[in-house]
């Protein structure tokens, strides 16, 4: 995803205070950001267990009045573009 040059360094601390623990608590094993160096994107990880079904990850999240307000700040407070989803399972 991209974030406006102006919101950067406060998304990266608010992610790291309150989306990382917040949205890690839902079945992920770890939660992490980086910052990629040549496109100036971040990349956004969320590890699971291969068996973990991706689809109740995001309906948690809704039904959790926090989590779902906290998850919409990526776009609404910090402008997030070119959000790209991939699944990967582990080999």
Same mark, same amino acid.
């Given at each position: 995803?991209?974030?406006? /040059? /102006? #919101?950067?360094?406060?998304?990266?601390?608010? *992610? #790291? %205070?309150? @989306? +990382?623990?917040?949205?890690?608590? *839902?079945?992920? !094993? &770890?939660? %992490?950001?980086? !910052?990629?160096?040549?496109?100036? &994107? $971040?990349?956004?990880?969320?590890? *699971?267990?291969?068996?973990?079904?991706?689809?109740? =990850?995001?309906? @948690?999240?809704? @039904?959790?009045?926090? @989590?779902? %307000?906290?998850?919409?700040? =990526?776009?609404?407070? $910090?402008?997030? #573009?070119?959000?790209?989803?991939?699944?990967? +399972?582990?080999?």
């Amino acid at each position: 995803m991209t974030i406006p /040059a /102006a #919101k950067q360094s406060e998304f990266e601390k608010w *992610f #790291k %205070e309150t @989306a +990382g623990p917040v949205l890690g608590k *839902f079945g992920a !094993k &770890r939660h %992490e950001i980086y !910052k990629t160096v040549k496109e100036n &994107r $971040f990349v956004e990880r969320i590890y *699971f267990d291969n068996d973990f079904d991706i689809p109740d =990850y995001f309906v @948690a999240v809704k @039904a959790d009045s926090n @989590a779902w %307000e906290i998850s919409r700040m =990526y776009e609404g407070k $910090f402008g997030a #573009k070119d959000v790209e989803l991939k699944v990967l +399972g582990e080999i």
